[in-house]
């Protein structure tokens, strides 16, 4: 995602966020009930099976849970990590299909954040390093990678509704 023409106006931007902002964003205490209880599962797309088992549970530490056929496409693993907090990473491969090379697109996957514990977090980033994936640390609580398939990955050591000191839950 770069241009190499800017012709974004900033300030008009900014005022358009403040506007949406307004018209919008209620204060916590204001703010209805969410319908959802949860994000059951958020699924990507694998081409290797095993090697993202091995990315996902030997370079990240996120426990494989589960390996089922997925009930869409006959042959086609659905598998399932634990990101924690009752959260599910899970993908599927679609052998036999030529599902293309990842890209982030209008309505696609840009990135996924997943927290991890500050303790944890230098330890994951080493592991990444050690395992030869490119990476890039942002504000020394953010690394960000791509999978084996191309996903962009986050991970981020603030807690569960932050995002860099801001409240956003």
């Given at each position: 995602m770069?241009?190499?023409?800017?012709?974004?106006?900033?300030?008009?931007?900014?005022?358009?966020?403040?506007?949406?902002?307004?018209?919008?964003?209620?204060?916590a205490g204001e703010r209805p009930a969410s319908t959802a209880r949860g994000l059951h599962h958020t699924a990507l797309i694998s081409a290797d099976v095993e090697r993202t088992v091995r990315f996902y549970q030997d370079v990240l530490g996120f426990p494989l849970t589960e390996l089922i056929e997925n009930r869409d496409y006959p042959g086609s693993s659905h598998f399932f990590f634990d990101i924690g907090h009752g959260n599910l990473l899970a993908f599927f491969d679609f052998p036999g299909l030529d599902v293309g090379p990842y890209a982030e697109v209008l309505g696609g996957l840009h990135h996924m954040a997943i927290s991890v514990d500050p303790e944890r977090?230098?330890?994951?980033?080493?592991?990444?390093?050690?395992?030869?994936?490119?990476?890039?640390?942002?504000?020394?609580?953010?690394?960000?990678?791509?999978?084996?398939d191309g996903a962009r990955i986050e991970l981020i050591a603030d807690p569960l509704g932050e995002m860099y000191g801001h409240h956003v839950l």
């Open positions: 770069s241009t190499t023409d800017d012709t974004r106006d900033l300030t008009t931007l900014d005022q358009e966020r403040a506007r949406i902002r307004e018209a919008w964003l209620k204060p977090w230098e330890t994951l980033v080493r592991r990444l390093t050690e395992a030869g994936v490119e990476h890039e640390v942002h504000s020394g609580v953010s690394v960000y990678f791509r999978d084996p």
